[in-house]
């Protein structure tokens, strides 16, 4: 089970349960990327587009903020 843990610049922190799985999906993967991109409000700022909770979670990454992937554990499995 994966959560998302995001922290913001004035040191909130929010995190939101992705399931079992998860993708991320930047803007090299055009034909993919764009097609998410018309689910979500992504601008200038989007690095990517993160999918969750068996396509239930949408969310767009942007540049101004630090997203870290955890595991059940509590352990940080990837830095996005």
């Known amino acids: 089970m994966y959560t998302l843990r995001i922290v913001e610049k004035d040191g ?18 055009a034909e993919v990327y764009e097609k998410l991109e018309t689910m979500v409000v992504a601008n200038e700022n989007t690095y990517a587009i993160l999918v969750g909770n068996d396509g239930k979670f949408i969310l767009p990454l942007l540049n101004h903020k630090k997203y870290f992937i955890m595991m059940e554990s509590g352990k940080t499995f990837e830095k996005l």
């Open 12 to 29: 909130q922190i929010m995190n939101h349960y992705l399931g079992d799985n998860y993708s991320v999906t930047t803007k090299e993967v």
